[in-house]
Nanobody, 121 residues
Framework: QVQLVESGGGSVQPGGSLRLSCAAS????????MCWYRQFPGNQRELIAI???????TYADSVKGRFTITRDNAKNTVSLQMSSLKPEDTAVYYC???????????????WGQGTQVTVSS
C-alpha cells in the first residue's frame, strides 16, 4: 500500500557530507513522524533522528550537531543531511514513517529498503 524509497547513499571520506532522501508513495492520508535509523553489522537498528509532522526534531547524541533531518509535507519526503562524517557513521540507513492510509484507518509503520553509507579514507 505504501512504499518508502530511499536514495543518496554511497561512499565518502571522513569529514565529508552526504544527503539521504526518502520518498513515500501509495495509499497515504496523513504522515505523522518520520525518522531515520541506522544499523551496524550484527546490531539492532538505532534511531538517530525524528521529525514530527509539525517540524519538531530530535537527534541521537551520536549525530547531534552533524546531521539535520528535514521533511517536505507537500512531497511526502524526508531527508537527512549528514556532515562531518566519521568512519563510525558507516552503516545501513533506513527511513521510517508512521502513516495513516485512510481517513478512518489506524496508523501503520513503514520502512524504506535501506541505503549503505560508507565513510572511509
Amino acid at each position: 500500500q505504501v512504499q518508502l524509497v530511499e536514495s543518496g547513499g554511497g561512499s565518502v571520506q571522513p569529514g565529508g557530507s552526504l544527503r539521504l532522501s526518502c520518498a513515500a508513495s501509495g495509499s497515504i492520508f496523513i504522515i505523522y513522524a518520520m525518522c531515520w535509523y541506522r544499523q551496524f553489522p550484527g546490531n539492532q537498528r538505532e534511531l538517530i533522528a525524528i521529525i514530527t509532522s509539525g517540524g519538531s526534531t530530535t537527534y541521537a547524541d551520536s549525530v547531534k550537531g552533524r546531521f539535520t533531518i528535514t521533511r517536505d509535507n507537500a512531497k511526502n519526503t524526508v531527508s537527512l543531511q549528514m556532515s562531518s562524517l566519521k568512519p563510525e557513521d558507516t552503516a545501513v540507513y533506513y527511513c521510517n514513517a508512521d502513516i495513516r492510509n485512510t481517513l478512518i484507518g489506524r496508523k501503520n509503520d513503514y520502512w524504506g529498503q535501506g541505503t549503505q553509507v560508507t565513510v572511509s579514507s
